[in-house]
């Protein structure tokens, strides 16, 4: 999202219908001061990168991430030109130590660079050979495959009229594709809007949004093939989407009230079951078993502030605007063992309010 922040409401609990999932934490191995919630506690974060440059580059919008490895990942500036950065996180299980080892612009499939308003990249995956990485631009909108290596795009996949701003579309501009999750098998692709569609609108501040499904078609080629409802919390926005297993997912909820700062709630989620809402004119008139079951993993606001400031107004110092979500493999030693870190990294706008942050949580029952 190419903005500041989006001024919002404080939120509230959200009135879709809750999902039922174990509460609890594999041992008490975790210090009692890291806690954040019954299922989460924070391993640390990291302002490594705020305001830093990289060959020359000011490095700021990061506002997508995907790992690539066991401490590596992928993080995508929505700036221009797009510029994809490959990280190294550190050590899995300690205190995050983000560094750049290598930035690649991302290019048109003739090679030619993006304008300033052609591309907004907001979402990123890793396709499963390594090679390829899945984007979800604002502008256009679009989802696109590029080479990782080159920064080519080498395919581009169909939006539907209606997630389009202009002719038939009832996106809103510069809050239309914002999360993005693959499943394991890499059949399915998920994009989720950021704000409601035209006549969809919202729900006492809950806004009401749909989640595009694709599948993989002959050729690696993805098609949209299903909607699915979901709603927000009062005063937020969805974010980010990551895969948990194919039928289950992590959903990033953010926002900012100015005068109390940001607020940043993880949920557990699933599509499984829920009806396909192509054909709905308006998902006010839907009933609630059509909207994504949540359960809450973490308010991070809930967090520890572990020493963290911030240079505006927050409840809590540790939080700033998340933008980009990851989760990783189970832990096998150290303090944290037999849970999963959740990485998060936060988009700074290019403002001096503002802090690149990257948070390490360990989460549990996933």
């Not at 302002?47 to 995907?66: C, H, M, T």
């Not at 949209?224 to 926005?237: M, V």
């Not at 400031?309 to 832990?331: C, D, F, I, V, Y």
Request: with cysteine; charged share 25%.
């Amino acid at each position: 999202m190419r903005r500041r922040q989006a001024c919002t409401t404080a939120a509230v609990a959200s009135g879709a219908t809750a999902a039922t999932f174990p509460l609890w934490w594999p041992g008490d191995s975790g210090a009692e001061s890291d806690k954040c919630s019954s299922r989460a506690a924070l391993i640390g974060f990291s302002d490594e990168l705020d305001k830093k440059k990289f060959q020359g580059r000011e490095v700021y919008g990061l506002s997508s991430l995907a790992l690539s490895g066991p401490s590596g990942a992928l993080s995508l500036a929505d700036n221009s030109p797009p510029m994809l950065y490959s990280l190294s996180l550190g050590e899995p299980g300690q205190k995050p130590d983000p560094r750049i080892t290598a930035m690649t612009p991302l290019r048109r499939d003739d090679g030619r660079a993006y304008g300033a308003d052609d591309f907004d990249g907001e979402a990123t995956v890793l396709e499963k050979d390594g090679e390829h990485v899945l984007v979800a631009s604002e502008s256009g909108p679009s989802v696109s495959r590029f080479n990782v290596v080159t920064g080519k795009m080498v395919a581009d996949f169909p939006v539907p009229e209606r997630f389009r701003t202009s002719g038939k579309g009832d996106a809103a501009a510069n809050a239309i594709f914002e999360s993005m999750a693959l499943s394991p098998d890499g059949r399915h692709l998920y994009v989720g809007l950021e704000e409601p569609l035209r006549g969809d609108g919202s729900n006492q501040g809950r806004e009401l949004i749909r989640i595009l499904r694709y599948t993989q078609g002959p050729g690696g080629q993805y098609v949209p093939d299903a909607q699915f409802a979901y709603e927000t919390d009062s005063g937020l926005r969805l974010a980010d989407l990551t895969t948990v297993g194919n039928d289950r997912f992590l959903a990033l909820e953010r926002g900012y009230t100015e005068g109390q700062g940001n607020s940043v709630h993880i949920y557990e989620i699933s599509f499984a079951g829920l009806p396909d809402v192509s054909s709905a004119e308006s998902l006010a008139t839907e009933q609630s078993n059509a909207f994504t079951p949540k359960t809450e993993v973490v308010d991070v606001g809930k967090c520890p502030p572990s020493g963290a400031t911030s240079k505006q107004t927050q409840a809590n110092p540790l939080l700033e605007n998340a933008e980009g979500m990851a989760l990783g493999p189970r832990l096998t030693q150290g303090a944290y063992e037999g849970r999963r870190p959740l990485y998060l990294v936060t988009d700074d706008n290019n403002s001096a309010e503002q802090t690149t942050r990257f948070y390490a949580l360990a989460v549990t029952g996933l």
